[in-house]
C-alpha cells in the first residue's frame, strides 16, 4: 500500500500543514505585536524621561524656595534686630536729651 492511497496517513498530513499554516500566521501575530510593544516601550520610556527631568526640575525649584524663604527670614530676623538697636539708640539720645 502506498502512502497516497492510505486515508489516515493523507489526513494526518493536511492537519499537519494546517497546523503549519496556523503556527505561521500565529508566529506572524506574535512578531507584529512585539514591534507594536516594543514601540510603546520606547515611548513610556521616553515619556519617564521626561517625567523624571520634570520632577528634577520641581524638586529643585523647592528648594530654591525654601532657600528663598529662609533668607527672608535671616533677613528679617537681621532688620527686627536692628530697628531693636535703632529704637534704643532713639531712647537713650532722648534721654540724653532731656538731661541736658
Not at 506572524?28 to 520606547?42: H, P, S, T
Not at 520632577?55 to 530676623?77: G, P, R, T, Y
Amino acid at each position: 500500500m502506498s502512502k497516497d492511497n492510505d486515508p489516515e496517513l493523507t489526513n494526518i498530513l493536511k492537519r499537519m500543514s494546517e497546523i503549519d499554516g496556523r503556527l505561521g500566521n500565529l508566529a506572524r501575530i506574535a512578531i507584529q505585536k512585539v514591534g507594536i510593544l516594543e514601540k510603546e516601550l520606547e515611548e513610556l520610556k521616553k515619556e519617564n524621561d521626561e517625567l523624571a527631568a520634570e520632577n528634577e526640575n520641581l524638586w529643585f525649584m523647592l528648594d530654591e524656595m525654601k532657600e528663598s524663604q529662609k533668607f527672608s527670614k535671616e533677613h528679617a530676623d537681621y532688620l527686627e534686630d536692628f530697628l531693636k538697636k535703632q529704637v534704643l539708640q532713639l531712647k537713650l539720645m532722648q534721654n540724653n536729651k532731656g538731661e541736658a
